[in-house]
């Protein structure tokens, strides 16, 4: 048995950044056909839920019910157990990210865009994408294909582009605990496990390379020996090339599939769903002749390379330093505290970083680890201009 549809705009995967998309493409008449693999969108998600202020704001709708929890400080702990706190402000809120999947799909729907679950996108040549939907195969015609399909994106290997590379991250869920904040444990270079609210309790979890034990970090940190771990992969690093013409279609990446995450906390849901109205937009426009879809890899990048340079190049040097370099940061910033805590950012992590720079810290900064300073001023000007 096969079916065949055709529609105008077609999403693969309905997380935060397809259905963003959906949503402002629906809205303004456009003719969208999601597929997603799941039985509903959002299911057994890992994810912490953690956003920022630019993050809520960015949403295309938001609703307090699906805030569990509110992040009123931040305290950071060395390997070798210094500690380092942010506090005072309210810095992001914890969403139940199964709660808000669904609305922003429902919310797509509701403006016509057509969802289809339980369809997974299997195969793809230019303007046709082949799905499996049961057991049945669906066909789908398409003039603009955007890949919203996750870290491990199917449409991204199909067409052979550049892999952002992957990490682990998993989350424990504990259905007692409550906290008002988020403590975050260095493992290692940039690997951290965490704890903080959750849907239910508290909701612990870490990050790594893969094959780094990182359900016993989420465990220990969390100490809820029963709790349901849930694991998904990230992305290390946004693609430079977000927009590819496909015979006389285009194909468009956001979100994970694009490794629009953040380089140090590896939050995706600002950048991604941030790229998703961009992307939309853009097509709007090349719909109306008004502009090219191409513009969408110019906006997101406009916006967010700073960040994007600023970021990686605290990662590569946090990433350079043994647990003793570590210590030795943390007793750095631990003496600009007050500046810390005034700059510091759940959404712009890198431009707080670079808050903290002064010719003086930059010169102890070196001398902690002369390569890693090496390499974090390399990644800068590769990221600012060497591509
Ligand atoms: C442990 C963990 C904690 C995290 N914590 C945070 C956090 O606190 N804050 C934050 O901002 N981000 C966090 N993230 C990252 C965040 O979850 C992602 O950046 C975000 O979900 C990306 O949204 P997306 O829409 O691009 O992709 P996804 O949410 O991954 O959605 C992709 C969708 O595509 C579907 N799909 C995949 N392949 C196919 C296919 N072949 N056919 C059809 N459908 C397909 C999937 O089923 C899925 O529904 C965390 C991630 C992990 C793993």
């Known amino acids: 048995m096969s079916s065949r549809l055709r529609t105008s705009v077609l999403i693969v995967g309905a997380g935060p950044a397809g259905s963003s998309a959906a949503g402002v493409l629906a809205e303004a008449g456009v003719d969208v056909i999601t597929l997603e693999a799941k039985s509903l969108p959002g299911l057994k998600t890992a994810c912490s ?5 630019l993050a809520w704001e960015a949403l ?10 509110r992040i009123e400080w931040a305290r950071f702990i060395s390997p070798l157990g210094s500690r380092l706190e942010v506090e005072g402000r309210g810095l992001a809120r914890v969403v139940d990210r199964e709660a808000l999947n669904r609305d922003l799909a429902r919310r797509a729907e509701d403006a016509g865009a057509v969802l289809l679950t339980g369809s997974k996108l299997i195969g793809l040549s230019p303007g046709l994408a082949v799905a499996k939907r049961g057991g049945a195969r669906l066909e789908v015609r398409f003039d603009y294909l955007i890949a919203a399909d996750g870290a491990n994106s199917t449409v991204r290997s199909i067409l052979g582009l550049s892999n952002p590379g992957i990490e682990l991250g998993v989350n424990v869920r504990c259905s007692d605990g409550d906290m008002d904040g988020y403590e975050v444990r260095l493992r290692g270079g940039s690997k951290f496990s965490w704890i903080h609210p959750g849907p239910g309790g508290l909701m612990a979890g870490a990050l790594g390379r893969l094959g780094d034990p990182v359900v016993d970090w989420a465990n220990s940190h969390a100490r809820c020996p029963r709790g349901e771990v849930r694991g998904g992969l990230i992305p290390r690093r946004p693609l430079r090339r977000l927009a ?3 015979g006389d279609s285009w194909v468009v990446l956001v979100g994970d599939a694009a ?5 140090l906390s590896r939050g995706g849901i600002y950048w991604g769903v941030s790229a998703a109205r961009m992307a939309a937009e853009a097509i709007l426009d090349e719909l109306d002749g008004r502009g090219s879809v191409v513009a969408y890899q110019r906006r997101w990048w406009g916006k967010f390379e700073r960040e994007v340079a600023l970021s990686l190049s605290a990662r590569s040097y946090l990433e350079r330093l043994s647990p003793r370099g570590i210590e030795k ?3 750095l910033l631990k003496s600009r505290e007050e500046i810390l805590r005034d700059s510091f950012h759940v959404d712009l992590q890198g431009g707080a970083a670079a808050k903290l720079l002064s010719p003086a810290v930059a010169a102890s900064l070196a001398a902690i680890s002369p390569t890693a300073a090496a390499s974090a001023v390399a990644r800068l000007i590769t990221e600012l201009v060497g591509w």
């Not at 295309?60 to 929890?69: K, L, S, T």
């Open 49 to 53: 839920g953690i956003l920022g202020p």
């Open 60 to 69: 295309p709708i938001r609703r307090q019910d699906w805030v569990v929890g």
């Open 244 to 246: 590819v013409r496909f």
């Open 259 to 263: 490794g629009q995450v953040k380089p």
């Open 329 to 331: 940061l943390f007793q």
